[in-house]
Antibody
């Protein structure tokens, strides 16, 4: 079964850091670009970051540029999102998703999400 | 404010047909980038509903269809069912951002 499972969410103070993970199974992880999308409480979907199959290309939304770092370990079938200088507006459910390319393609498999709460 | 514009809400009675629009610009939908649609049922993760403007993944009923023209795209749902009540999002690629964008989402209510 094709599956993505996020972990690492939790409560963090403003200005703090957190690392999210996304474990992939059931498909050849290294063949797909991987993406993080978040959803603040009661709000819509927001693109956060993306990484190409070999990690050579990355994308960051303006709202997280310079604070978040996306990476992947193809030997472990795992995607990461290192989040720093966290703000209240980063509080959201973070989803990882796969894409069969790095461009004009859909996100065809999504994880169930992990919740990040930023509060003192 | 989202790069792609969707109506915040639409509604329809069971059995009826509804459409959800997604309006972009010359740097995304109008630049011939594909539009994809996602369905998010309450309390769940988004699910791919339509890809490449008009294509349905395996398992998606043919009651759902997509179209695209110029700088806009539409999702149509015919034969509305109670289980279709969800949030729907369009998504495309934007050349000016060199990245991906979502619409603000549309909440479908089945009356």
């Amino acid at each position: 079964e094709v599956q993505l499972v996020e972990s690492g969410g939790g409560l963090v103070q403003p200005g703090g850091s957190l690392r999210l993970s996304c474990a992939a199974s059931g498909f050849t992880f290294s063949f797909y670009s991987m993406h993080w999308v978040r959803q603040a409480p009661g709000k819509g979907l927001e693109y956060v970051s993306a990484i190409s199959t070999n990690g050579g290309s990355t994308y960051y939304a303006n709202s997280v540029q310079g604070r978040f770092t996306i990476s992947r370990d193809n030997s472990k079938n795992t995607l990461y999102l290192q989040m720093g200088s966290l703000r209240a507006e980063d509080m959201a459910v973070y989803y990882c998703a796969r894409m069969g390319g790095f461009g004009d393609f859909p996100l065809d498999v999504w994880g169930k999400g992990t919740t990040v709460t930023v509060s003192s | 404010q989202s790069v792609l514009t969707q109506p915040p809400s639409v509604s329809g009675a069971p059995g009826q047909r509804v459409t959800i629009s997604c309006t972009g610009s010359s740097s995304n939908i109008g630049a011939t980038y594909d539009v994809h649609w996602y369905q998010q049922l309450p309390g769940t993760a988004p699910k791919l509903l339509i890809y490449g403007n008009t294509n349905r993944p395996s398992g998606v009923p043919d009651r759902f269809s997509g179209s695209k023209s110029g700088t806009s795209a539409s999702l149509a749902i015919t034969g509305l069912q109670a289980e279709d009540e969800a949030d729907y999002y369009c998504q495309s690629y934007d050349s000016s951002l060199s990245g991906w964008v979502f619409g603000g989402g549309t909440k479908l209510t089945v009356l």
